[in-house]
């Protein structure tokens, strides 16, 4: 039975200390139900007794639980519609006044919005929101230096708060697109200071060393990018693809940068379309200078502007036998890949320079980075195979290992996973993603829980705040039905990685074995709607239904 006699007592007492009339204390046990039925979520009772309450006086303070709650129901018209109430009652009201801004601009009164954002912001500058919302309307238009302007008046002179990572990652973005670089990099830096498992902000700096030319460091932004989220197929092969280039940099020896004579008359003709007069000066300049990169690198050019693939395959190829750690081959196979020569044809060329050279690392790495690219598993398997036996890096050996037992968990060669990570398990130690996707394994696949508690117990103690990983050892307190511990941790990560289908699904399992069937469906609801594989949202909806039945 709805009883609302304390609603009545506690007006009651309130009117009493205050000497409020009879008429009032009815008035404000009204409002006091509105806002009960508003904290409730019951909508349409709430704004029954909001009238109620407007009718039985005036009452200006009923406007404010009003406002609210046509901001919630999305009602934006009516909040329009009572703009003039706004202006003469809560003219100084920033949170009633923002109210207003957002109904304008969801109404299409984008200038008007526009105009009380500006105002807003002016007056209350370290208003995160406000601020958000005026500094996105600056970027639509194009006005990065407003933008900007926006986002420093509010760092310097708001107390620093986690929050306003967002803030900082906005101007790194802004400042990116500006091609200030070195200090895009640094708010993004900041950003992840104040926010270290922020998986874009990792992203965004690996992105912006790369573009600088710092790959090491770009290699360890992708590397934090994928133990936040887990696996990633574009990302893992970029990474690779990275890894390779960089080891090419650091293995290779100075060459001729700056342009000789034959260079600059081959650049002219090309530039004015005489390929043929330009072929011919490169091979001369190559022909008397083997190590001229430049004269090499020109010539693919040139043989691309000329539709004469064959023989800038077969010059890659004779550059790579006689000089394996120069980059110069490298960075022509990249050159015909991103022209969209057919990938098949740059395989079989690398496929030649392997065979021809079986104990160089790196056209096995570029063919494996190939391999994963064309989605050609096996063959990929075998590359990298290959490459762990002759990878004298620790680190290396590691990134392989993991990689190798990425694809067989994702092929279900499980057999295939405990050997490798059985062979590597000395370099598994120090590589907190190896040891993460081992206890995942060993956890949800043999239900060996001591096993994949000591592993995950490894991996975290190299990387505590990792997501993934507390997402990972939330599972083993799940299959242990140790539900509160598990709860405890999802409920946290859940909030941190909001897209992450993976965690939502761990957290509506978990609440459902504790009894929670109701905050269960809403947590699988998220996961199917985060879904793209059509099966396993199928039978996520399934299992929403049979819940469903079970409230």
């Known amino acids: 039975m709805k009883n609302y006699s304390i609603l009545c007592l506690l007006a009651c007492m309130f009117t009493a200390m205050l000497g409020v009339d009879a008429d009032s204390v009815n008035q404000l046990h009204s409002y006091f139900v509105a806002n009960y039925k508003h904290f409730g979520k019951e909508w349409q009772e709430a704004l029954t007794w909001y009238k109620r309450t407007l009718q039985s006086g005036n009452a200006p303070f009923v406007y404010r639980g009003l406002i609210h709650l046509f901001h919630d129901t999305g009602n934006h018209q009516r909040i329009i519609q009572l703009q003039s109430v706004i202006e003469k009652y809560f003219n100084h009201d920033i949170a009633i006044q923002f109210i207003l801004a957002q109904a304008l601009a969801q109404s299409g009164q984008e200038a008007a919005a526009d105009q009380l954002l500006t105002k807003l912001n002016q007056q209350k500058k370290t208003h995160p929101e406000i601020a958000f919302h005026v500094l996105q309307r600056h970027m639509q238009k194009g006005e990065f230096d407003k933008a900007l302007n926006v986002i420093d008046a509010l760092l310097n002179n708001a107390v620093r708060k986690p929050t306003h990572f967002i803030f900082h990652f906005v101007k ?34 690996a992105l912006i060393e790369e573009k600088m030319g710092k790959l090491n460091e770009a290699i360890k932004g992708y590397t ?38 034959c260079v600059s008359k081959a650049l002219d003709a090309f530039k004015h379309r005489e390929y043929q007069q330009a072929l011919r000066l490169l091979q001369e300049c190559i022909g008397t200078q083997p190590g001229n990169h430049e004269a090499k690198t020109l010539k693919i050019q040139v043989l691309l502007a000329l539709n004469n693939l064959d023989q800038a395959l077969t010059d890659i190829a004779s550059w790579a036998l006689a000089e394996p750690q120069a980059p110069v081959w490298f960075d022509a196979l990249h050159l015909l890949y991103r022209n969209g020569t057919e990938i098949s044809k740059i395989i079989r060329t690398l496929q030649y320079i392997e065979k021809a050279l079986p104990q160089e690392l790196l056209p096995k790495l570029y063919l494996a980075d190939l391999s994963l690219r064309t989605q050609n598993t096996h063959a990929a398997t075998s590359y990298l195979m290959r490459s762990l036996k002759i990878a004298e890096s620790t680190d290396l050996q590691a990134t392989l290992a993991f990689q190798l037992c990425a694809l067989a968990y994702n092929n279900h060669h499980y057999k295939k996973i405990k050997d490798i990570y059985q062979q590597h398990a000395d370099v598994a130690e120090h590589h907190a993603p190896f040891l993460n996707l081992m206890a995942y394994y060993y956890c949800s696949k043999e239900n060996n829980l001591e096993l994949a508690q000591q592993l995950i117990t490894k991996a975290l103690k190299l990387d505590s705040k990792n997501p993934h990983l507390m997402d990972t050892q939330a599972l083993i307190y799940y299959h242990q039905k140790q539900y509160d511990k598990a709860y405890a941790i999802l409920e946290k990560i859940a909030q941190q990685e909001k897209a992450d289908c993976t965690i ?22 998220h996961a199917t709607d985060l879904i793209e594989h059509p099966d396993k949202k199928k039978k996520y909806k399934q299992l929403i239904s049979t819940w469903k039945q079970k409230i």
């Open 172 to 205: 790194g973005q802004l400042l990116l697109q500006m091609n200030k670089k070195e200090e895009a990099l640094t708010s993004i830096k900041a950003s992840l200071e104040l926010h270290p498992s922020f998986d874009k902000g990792w992203l965004m700096q």
């Open 224 to 261: 934090n990018f994928l133990q936040i989220t887990g696996p990633n197929t574009e990302i893992e092969q970029h990474l690779l693809g990275l890894t390779f280039k960089a080891k090419l940099q650091e293995s290779s020896q100075p060459f001729v940068t700056v342009p000789e004579d």
């Open 504 to 525: 939502a699904k761990h957290v509506a399992k978990t609440c459902y074995e504790l009894g929670n069937i109701t905050l269960a469906i809403k947590h699988l609801e």
